[in-house]
T-cell receptor, first 115, second 114 residues
Framework: EDKVVQSPLSLVVHEGDTVTLNCSYE??????LLWYKQEKKAPTFLFML????IEKKSGRLSSILDKKELFSILNITATQTGDSAIYLC???????????????FGQGTTLQVKP | NAGVMQNPRHLVRRRGQEARLRCSPM?????VYWYRQLPEEGLKFMVY????????ESGMPKERFSAEFPKEGPSILRIQQVVRGDSAAYFC????????????FGPGTRLTVL
């Protein structure tokens, strides 16, 4: 069965620290991995990764995928209190002849950034 | 450009009643996904629809749950004869023309069954 596992489950850091969030996956006929940030409401899209070794960046956030070792990391540098949220990782694959786009989510990493 | 809209944001039902959750995708998006987030659990896929078609309902319970995405109007997730175990946050996501695109989520509907 497809699964996505995130670690750590929770993390407490101070402003200015750098954090690395981990995501490992076992997804049949893997196609892409997506990262989301969830605060009190809608998960907000961060990155979609399809190719190994190509870093995606957006401000202080960056992410990279390793398709050989089946994992991805999300880095946040110079953390701020506004980065406090649950970070979700999701894998997507293809089953049989159909590509349904279904996302398999991990449990999430809860990040708390203290002032 | 409005994002994905869901309503109601909060819904309270008594056991045995019906719950109807609505989702309007982003403008130009023709693919809709429903996910459920139970307390202390991650998001779980329920169903994937395109206009007037259910493409994948492998994550949806076979009884009491149904979904539709009519030609006109929002997508509806319908839960008949709700039970306490249905209490959860239900999120809708939409994507443009291909299921390989990124999915954008709505704010969710929090269903509480008394």
């Amino acid at each position: 069965e497809d699964k996505v596992v995130q670690s750590p489950l929770s993390l407490v850091v101070h402003e200015g620290d750098t954090v690395t969030l981990n995501c490992s996956y076992e997804v049949t006929n893997f196609r892409s991995l997506l990262w989301y940030k969830q605060e009190k409401k809608a998960p907000t899209f961060l990155f979609m990764l399809t190719s190994s070794g190509i870093e995606k960046k957006s401000g202080r956030l960056s992410s990279i995928l390793d398709k050989k070792e089946l994992f991805s990391i999300l880095n946040i540098t110079a953390t701020q209190t506004g980065d406090s949220a649950i970070y979700l990782c999701a894998g997507r694959g293809v089953k049989g002849s159909s590509n349904t786009g279904k996302l398999i989510f991990g449990q999430g990493t809860t990040l708390q950034v203290k002032p | 450009n409005a994002g994905v809209m869901q309503n109601p944001r909060h819904l309270v039902r008594r056991r045995g009643q019906e719950a109807r959750l609505r989702c309007s995708p982003m403008k130009g998006h023709s693919h809709v996904y429903w996910y459920r987030q139970l307390p202390e659990e991650g998001l779980k896929f329920m169903v994937y629809l395109q206009k007037e078609n259910i493409i994948d309902e492998s994550g949806m319970p076979k009884e009491r749950f149904s979904a539709e995405f009519p030609k006109e109007g929002p997508s509806i997730l319908r839960i008949q004869q709700v039970v306490r175990g249905d209490s959860a946050a239900y999120f809708c996501a939409s994507s443009p023309s291909s299921p390989e695109n990124e999915q954008f989520f709505g704010p969710g509907t929090r269903l509480t069954v008394l």
